[in-house]
Nanobody, 115 residues
Framework: QVQLVESGGGLVQAGGSLRLSCAAS????????MGWYRQAPGKQRELVAR???????NYADSVKGRFTISRDNAKNTVYLQMNSLKPEDTAVYYC?????????WGKGTLVTVSS
């Protein structure tokens, strides 16, 4: 089992920044990807960004150039730096880890961007 704990959500004005953190514990050996998904009210959960253990990252088109994902393997932590936030970024953000074929999820952290 892999446990994921997110932190760093909150309320921010449009144009502001937030940094999310996700700490992994448990059976972390062999995690292929770690990443962030989000789910806005009434919408499906969508990929925001993910990163491999080697540091290769990919992003949703809607956040490219504004969000940066990074990973500290020594701390088993993944970060999401979110800049130039927009009201449409408002959602619950979930940390995700993929190990073999198993997906693990955090409980989520709410990000609210006011206009």
């Amino acid at each position: 089992q892999v446990q994921l704990v997110e932190s760093g959500g909150g309320l921010v004005q449009a144009g502001g920044s937030l940094r999310l953190s996700c700490a992994a514990s448990g059976s972390i050996f062999g995690i292929n990807y770690m990443g962030w998904y989000r789910q806005a009210p009434g919408k499906q959960r969508e990929l925001v960004a993910r990163i491999t253990s080697g540091g290769m990252a990919n992003y949703a088109d809607s956040v490219k150039g504004r969000f940066t994902i990074s990973r500290d393997n020594a701390k088993n932590t993944v970060y999401l730096q979110m800049n130039s936030l927009k009201p449409e970024d408002t959602a619950v953000y979930y940390c995700n880890a993929l190990r073999d074929v198993m997906n693990y999820w955090g409980k989520g952290t709410l990000v609210t961007v006011s206009s």
